[in-house]
Every structure is written in C-alpha cells, then in structure tokens.
C-alpha cells in the first residue's frame, strides 16, 4: 500500500493541522498543500474514514451487486429471460467489495503521498488553540490554524449493544457473517432504508421500523410516499410512526417488541437486528476545553462564522460531521466543507458552502434523489409555490423500466426553481442537473429551453418543467 510519509520527530512545526482523515479531513489537507501550505493529517486509524471502509463506498459495492440480482428476477419475470439466481457466494461478493475499498484507500494515500501531506498515524488531543499532541509523534503547532474533522459513529439506542452478529450497527451491518434469513432495521432514514433494500434483493425478509410518521422524514412528503409504496411492492414490511419496546438477543435470533402506529404490540422474529437510528459526532478524547471549546447538546461543534467555517476560537476551523445542521452530514458536502477551510486557511476569499444546494441521495430499490426546499418547506418559508408532480411512467422509458417513480418541481410562482425531488431507477444519476438548475436560481422556462433525449428517464425532468413553463407536451398543465 503506498503511503503519505510519516510525520518526523523533529518537524514538529506546520502551516495546518488536520484532525481526522476521512473526506472532510483528507480533502481539506488536499486542497491546503496544493496551495501551498506545509500539512500534518492526523488519522487514528486509516485514511479515508467510515465513508470509505464502512459507509459509502463498501454499502454501494454491495447495493449494486443486490441491483444485479434483481435485475435477474426482473428478466424473468418481465422480459421472459428464463434465468434465475441460484446461490450468492457471500465470500466472493465480500471480497470484491474489499477490493474496491482497498483500491480507493490506495487512491488516497497516494493523492496524500503525491501532495506532500504528513500523516501521523495516532489519535490527536488538542493542548491549545494551535497545537495538539499526536500520540506515538509528540506535539504539533500550526501556524496559521487546525481543521477538526473527527467524524461521527452509529448512535446505539438504550438497553441494546452491538455484537457484530446478531445486532449490528450501519457500520458493521455489511461485515457481520453471512446472509440473514430475516433483518429487522430500526430507522428509516436514509441509512436504513438502503440497508432494508439490499437485504431484502438478497432474500431476507426484511421488517423496517421507523419512529417517524414516514419514512426519509426529512425529505419531501411524496418522496416518502413513492419510496414506502415501491419498497412495500418488494415485500418489505414498513412500519412508520413504530416504536421498539423490547429486544431479547438469542443465540440464534432476536426476538423483538414493537408498537405500531395503532398502539398494539407486535412481535418481530429476525436473525439479525440492524440498528440505524443516526449518527453522533466523535469527540471524545479530542481536549476540546483545552482549546477553548464546548460542543452543544446533540455533540456538535458549531462554527461562529459559516462563511469560514471557523469556530469561536480564531484558526480553529471544522468541517464533516462534527457540524451541526445546516450541514448535512453527507461525504460530498464534507468535500466542500474541506475546500473552503483550507481555502481560507490559505487567505483566500472563497464562497460560503450553498447547502441548499447540496444533493441528497438514498441508494435504495427504488432510489430517492432531492435538492432544495421540499414543498412543505418552501411554503413554510412564506413561498407561493408552484408544483408540478409527473410520473416516470409517464415517458417512454419509464414504462421500460417499470418501477414507478415520479419527478417533483417547487418552484417559485413565476420564479426561480425551489426544490427538485425524484424517485425511481437511477435517479442517483439523475440529481446532477437538478443541482445545477437549484444552485444557479434557474427559473422553469430557462430549463424549459433545453431539449432532453428521447427516449431517457431524464426526458421526464424536461417535461416536467415543460408544463411548468406552459409549453406542456406529454403532460397538460
């Protein structure tokens, strides 16, 4: 494996200190060397974090291998193809997976090599504003400031531990042996929905509690509604507005109590209880008090000035899951959380992060996309809206896919685009242009203006702003 050179004994003096290595801490490092800065990346464990080996990446080796087993089931049953999965070889599949983790961890230490970034390999305590002490390399000043960047881990609910085997959390839900015959997931957010699809496309059954009235709950409200009909089409047993009274862990399975939204008991057998309930952002051991800070009452450390992403003590900077909403908590936010600490660490004038604008993803079967305000929000925020819904049926190549869907526009009456929110195959692919339309205050007619190919399931995001502009073509107004 290459590595980023070590950090020496006697170098103990640099321009930034980086706490944490995963996509916030090793982007901010990134950006800050490129520019310029001589940078110390403090990392505990391996560079890349929990969205390299136990989140993003290895979750969607593993959603696409299930998204090739329903393809499968699909050609059968659809397209005549008589084929069918006989087995899946858990060991195989897992270690493809681990191939693509360890070929990305490679990636990164090597951009890390190549930019001429430490990295001391051991947990980081700050002793000052500008200083810390690394353990095994001693202590650390920066100059011109330190960017904390420690991450988040899964948040365990009372009375529950997990085991890796028969209660798992999202971190080690994909490493616990084997393939369940039955996973019940707590949590229907992002998170658990995915892990509630990929167990389900292995032939788990699969029962999802979510405490929420809905499911994703912090997306729009026909997201949810999509997303709850076309994962219940799959067999998965949803239950919102649901509540884990009870958990006994056996040797061989979970027996589980739930409320439901009904307010009768219900009892849940599965070999495998996946708790995926959120995450709370690491700081334990960090010596925040020594440099001055406090953290508020959900863990967080938030900035004074969003603009810097700096904190109440002047050259102390933070980005990822150590900050509060509005961030996301997403990997591709805490990219261009990276960018801009380091940018102003360099003395650079850069743009604050647009959160609003910030894509959100759940890569489940169907997939859910988002960007801007939902309608609920938007109106809330005192917007006459406008709203335009179209299915994905509702093109060509909707009805090939044949999973649903639809494609939701809030915009401004007679302005600018507020939010964009879809649901169905690929859609994942699908927000990128969204964004952009979002970001840039694009109005209906503007989008209107371009022409989409045919047949796509993008075509049916044209259309929709079609008729939102009132050149409707497959859909009236």
Not at 101 to 115: D, E, M, S
Not at 243 to 255: I, K
Not at 300 to 312: F, G, I, K, M, Q
Not at 418 to 425: E, R, S, Y
């Amino acid at each position: 494996m290459t590595r980023a050179r070590e950090l020496n004994e006697n170098e103990n003096e640099t321009d930034v200190l980086v706490i944490g290595g995963g996509t916030g801490g090793y982007s901010t490092a990134l950006r800050a060397a490129s520019l310029g800065l001589k940078v110390v990346l403090a990392e505990r464990d391996k560079v890349g974090g929990t969205c390299l080996h136990r989140g993003c990446i290895p979750s969607k080796a593993m959603l696409h291998a299930a998204e090739l087993v329903d393809g499968i089931a699909e050609a059968r049953e659809r397209w005549g193809v008589r084929a069918a999965v006989e087995s899946v070889d858990w060991p195989a599949l897992a270690a493809t997976r681990d191939d693509i983790v360890a070929r990305n961890h490679r990636g990164v230490a090597g951009h890390l090599a190549h930019a001429s970034v430490e990295v001391a390999y051991g947990s980081a305590e700050l002793i000052g504003p500008r200083s810390a002490r690394i353990n095994g390399y001693g202590e650390v000043a920066a100059r011109r400031g330190i960017v904390l960047a420690t991450g988040s881990r899964p948040r365990m609910l009372p009375g529950l531990t997990a085991d890796g085997r028969r209660v798992v959390t999202s971190d080690d839900a994909l490493f616990a042996p084997g393939l369940p015959r039955s996973v019940l997931v707590l949590g229907g957010g992002a998170i658990g929905v995915e892990y509630a699809s990929f167990h389900r496309s292995m032939g788990a059954d699969v029962t999802l509690v979510e405490a929420a009235d809905r499911l994703v709950p912090l997306e729009d409200v026909d997201v949810s509604r999509h997303l709850t009909r076309g994962l219940k089409r799959r067999g998965i047993d949803v239950l919102a507005e649901a509540r884990l009274l009870d958990a006994a862990v056996g040797d061989d399975e979970v027996v589980a109590t739930v409320r439901t939204s009904r307010g009768e008991t219900r009892t849940v057998r599965a070999e495998r209880l996946l708790v995926a309930v959120g995450r709370a952002p690491v700081t334990d051991g960090l010596g925040l008090a020594a440099a001055g800070l406090t953290v508020d009452d959900r863990g967080h450390v938030a900035p004074t000035d969003w603009s810097r992403l700096e904190t109440s003590v002047p050259g102390l900077h933070v980005v990822g899951d150590l900050l509060p909403p509005p961030s996301p908590g997403l990997a591709h936010a805490s990219f261009a959380e990276g960018l801009l600490a380091a940018e102003t660490l360099a003395g650079l004038r850069s743009p604050a992060v647009d959160y609003a604008a910030v894509p959100r993803v759940t890569y489940s079967s169907p997939q859910t996309a988002a960007v801007g305000l939902t309608e609920a929000q938007a109106r809330d925020a005192g917007h006459d809206v406008a709203v335009n819904t179209m299915p994905l049926t509702a093109v060509a190549k909707g009805m090939v896919h044949g999973q649903g869907g639809m494609v939701k526009v809030v915009a401004e009456r007679g302005g600018r685009v507020l939010g964009v929110h879809l649901v169905g195959p690929h859609v994942s692919e699908m927000i990128a242009e969204s964004q952009l339309i979002v970001g840039w205050d694009a109005e209906p007619a503007d989008v209107a203006l371009h022409i989409h190919a045919h047949p796509t399931l993008s075509e049916a995001v044209g259309e929709a702003f079609l008729t939102l502009a009132g050149r409707g073509l497959h859909q009236q107004p």
